[in-house]
């Protein structure tokens, strides 16, 4: 199970936030550009915390409002009777560039050689890419796998507090050096279940 399996239980905290935003006026659309914007801030941060380490803080909470206004946005959508196929269009491709941006800042910043960072948004970019196309196929956006965008996320954040308590090497590579690893490993065994889930389910 992965944390993109528990979307459903987490509604008990995100629905009354949606409630919160509509009454605010705020559109699905732009809850989804704005996290957007909060993945570019992340990325800026983490591009300057090698000199400014109290950085890592700020890319750290950025993070977070980007993943929240990422589940956000689709459960105002469902309160607002605005859920769509174009909101649901524009959903994904935000989510690509916020996934790029954020492992792009990590890189850019020194934390990983930069081959293993081409390696991770290689594989991020497949398994997210394989897990929508068994949408396209009629089967239903498949989040399975090792590990789905919420754990990445999730991981990247508690490294990134990590890193920021601790600014040391562990074997040559900083914690959250350590994790970008870890991703690139983990997202390319994750494409390889989806991929494999997905075409048993063709036959």
Not at 57 to 83: E, K, N
Not at 90 to 97: A, F, G
Not at 154 to 174: K, S, V
Request: proline letters at 2%; hydrophobic letters at 50%; glycine letters at 8%.
């Amino acid at each position: 199970m992965t944390l993109d399996d528990l979307r459903g239980r987490a509604r008990v905290i995100i629905d009354p936030l949606a409630v919160l935003l509509e009454g605010l006026g705020i559109t699905p659309n732009q809850l989804t550009m704005l996290s957007l914007v909060f993945s570019a801030l992340a990325a800026l941060f983490y591009y300057i915390s090698p000199s400014r380490e109290v950085m890592l803080y700020c890319a750290a909470m950025m993070l977070l409002l980007c993943a929240v206004s990422d589940v956000a946005d689709g459960a105002l959508a469902r309160q607002t009777g605005r859920a769509d196929a174009r909101g649901d269009f524009l959903d994904h491709v935000i989510d690509r560039y916020a996934d790029m941006l954020i492992l792009i800042g990590i890189i850019f910043a020194g934390y990983v050689p930069y081959q293993i960072g081409i390696l991770a948004v290689v594989g991020v970019m497949l398994t997210s890419y394989i897990g929508t196309e068994a949408q396209a196929l009629r089967l239903g956006r498949y989040y399975g796998g090792m590990m789905g965008r919420a754990d990445r996320l999730t991981t990247i954040f508690l490294a990134t507090l990590a890193n920021a308590l601790y600014h040391g090497e562990i074997e040559g590579l900083p914690i959250l050096g350590w994790v970008i690893v870890m991703t690139m490993l983990s997202s390319h065994i994750t494409a390889l279940q989806r991929f494999n889930h997905i075409w048993k389910s063709l036959k």
